[in-house]
């Protein structure tokens, strides 16, 4: 019995797979990634390194562009494209927009590749004949091309929708890239049925780019479910004397990095290596526990929809619709269980999977479930807006009275100001969502991607109306921007010439964004008589810090106002210690 043959679980007609206009789509996309991207300083510890690792490959050169690094301490963690793509920008553009922006015009590249790969890629697998739904008697139901076109819009903009990625993907870190790898790799694969040669040259970018991001921990699982991609029951099989040359190509491309790096820092390799080795392990209980707790809000709302396809085309598991998506996903799930701690940066590698296969899953669902999660997200996403809404007039006006004192405590000492631009912006995007709730309500569109527009939109939106009513506060709370410029000045101050400042449990985080802010670097040198000391108010109190007891001269004590806890000294040690 040919695979043509077996009955399809998926049922639509025309007017189910109906065009979305693609301003639309891509007018959502570009407001996605460029909300929250710019005109900010760096929140998290992974943004402010990935910054930091890609100004001091292009300030100090040299071995700085081969082995990522903060100032003067090796990065010897994940690996070097993120920084050779983010220095090359900040070299083309940083004159023009400045270096933080400039560092993060690559994510709209990494963006790119990520949403273009799981659209193509899903429009190929689509309009496959295995993936095609039931022929209907008198006819009806939609050509291969337009089924096919419906099913990528439908993957790209649950990916959109995915709730974990959303403030990762803004991040000058390794999460845009090795997502894109990832992306770039399903891509790929779904070429090779048509095109080998094409879809093994992306491979082979893919696979290198993956090593090259993230070291083996991000390409294992890209690497691994791109070989059981071709199994022999799999319509990839015929294509898999394409594998050793793409596997010999992928080799070269990490040679030509490895082994000059090699050759530039024993100490950075043989760190390197044991970041890898030793991020692997076996299974343990408790973090399988957390894992299995973070993952469902991480990718939700498609995962669901995932195991729904995989259930609903379960006769069809081998299709290619189905296999290579279920492939990486299953890869990725794997790895996160051999790993001593898994987060959201291993987390990521799920999305564009469960985005495709949850696109396949839509026409299998039946009306009233489509029209449930239609619902579903309106409700949902008008309550996020709500309370983004809720939240700013808390802030500004003091009311309601429980949500201000909560954020007045985690904003201590910031003086909230109206931006009316803001405002306006907001207002219109509020608008937007509005009227498409009621575009949803009177329309009553038939379009198999009405929900997945819903759900992508409302998040977006979301996300929009939080940059542009929190952004000031969540930068005053998060950045280190005034603590930076103190210590500089503090630094400028006491310092004497030939004098050296060493750090004392200065975090990576903060260290990066002193260099971003101030170039500021701050070596292990024990010879240095003055020291950066980060603690918290607590150990300082009950005497646990180092130096609390003892008599070296305070210089500077400062952090971020909104921190109750985290606080820095600088000190000068007499020359004896």
Known sequence: MSPISRSTPARLTILGAAKLPRLVLLGLSLAYITAGLFMRDPWKTDDAVGLATMLTALREGGVAWLLPQVGNLAHAQEGPLTTWVGAISIWLFGPLVGDITAGRLPNLLWFGITAASVWYGTYLLGRRAEAQP??????????PRDYGRMLADAALLLLLATVGILQRIHETSVVPPIMACGALAFYSLARMLDRPLTGSVTLVLALAGSFLTRGWIGALPVM????????????????????????????????????????????WIRNWKAWNTTSFTWPLLGMSVRTLRDLPWYLWPAWPLALVAIWRWRSWLYSPHIWLAMMQALCAALLLFFLEEPNETEYVMLAVPCAALAAFSLPTLRRGVVNTLDWFAVMCF?????????????????????????IARQTAG??????????????????????????????RPAALWRGTVLSASGLAATWILLVLLWQPAVDYARSYRTASGELAAALKTHVRPGECVRGLGVGAGQRASFLIFDNLTFPYDARCTIVLQQTTNSSLRDGTAAYSDEKVQELWRGGRRADRHEVFRLLRLPPSQ
């Open 224 to 267: 691994m479910s791109a070989v059981l991609a071709f199994h022999p029951r799999s319509m990839l099989w015929p294509r898999a004397r394409w594998l050793p040359a793409v596997a010999l190509l992928t080799a070269l491309l990490i040679l030509a990095w490895w082994i000059p790096a090699t050759q530039a820092s024993e100490y």
């Open 382 to 406: 008008s309550l996020t807006v709500c309370t983004a809404w809720l939240g700013w007039v808390a802030l500004h006006f003091g009311w309601p009275t429980k949500i201000a004192r909560n």
């Open 134 to 143: 039931l022929a209907l008697p008198f006819g009806g139901e939609p050509e």
């Open 414 to 443: 910031y003086e909230p100001a109206i931006s009316w631009t803001a405002v306006l912006l907001a207002l219109v995007v509020t608008a937007a969502w509005v009227l498409l709730v009621v575009w949803r309500v009177h329309a």
